[in-house]
């Protein structure tokens, strides 16, 4: 059975993720990269290395997902937030979230993004206790 999370479980579940996926427009075409990111009051902040081509510049509506399945208990949860994506330039922001971002890939990443979240949305499978 689906239940569906508030806004302030879904951001705790995806606070708890070790990564999620951003998913962006390019010229009217989905693109979806996955990234690592940490959940700060009501915004996802990312470090990714998506090219500047790919974000498209400063303001563009995205979203992020995240999830947590469990194959053996067929228990989990879906997090979906979408919001604006804003470029950090400032050099003690960068810095400040670049040590708190626990990155998995090695090489350099190009861009910390922060998605000012506007739609919070998630869903939790669990076992339908009332057995109908």
């Known amino acids: ?5 508030s806004a302030g479980d879904s951001l ?3 606070a708890g993720a070790q990564y999620g996926r951003i998913v962006l427009s390019r010229r ?3 693109i979806i990269r996955p990234v690592n990111h940490i959940v700060e ?3 996802v902040l990312v470090r990714a290395n998506l090219g500047a081509s790919l974000l498209g510049g400063d303001g563009q509506v995205v979203a992020y997902e995240a999830d947590d399945f469990d ?3 067929r228990r989990g949860w879906s997090v979906i937030v979408t919001g604006v994506a804003r470029v950090i330039t400032d050099p003690e ?3 400040r979230y670049e040590t708190l971002i626990d990155s998995w890939i090695t090489m350099p990443m190009d ?3 922060r998605i000012e979240t506007e739609v919070v949305t998630g869903v939790e499978l669990v076992d339908d206790i009332t057995g109908e």
């Open 1 to 5: 059975m689906l239940r569906e999370l």
């Open 12 to 14: 705790k579940r995806l």
């Open 28 to 30: 009217g075409i989905p």
């Open 41 to 43: 009051e009501d915004a």
């Open 71 to 73: 194959e053996h208990t």
């Open 93 to 95: 922001q960068v810095q």
């Open 111 to 113: 861009h910390l993004i």
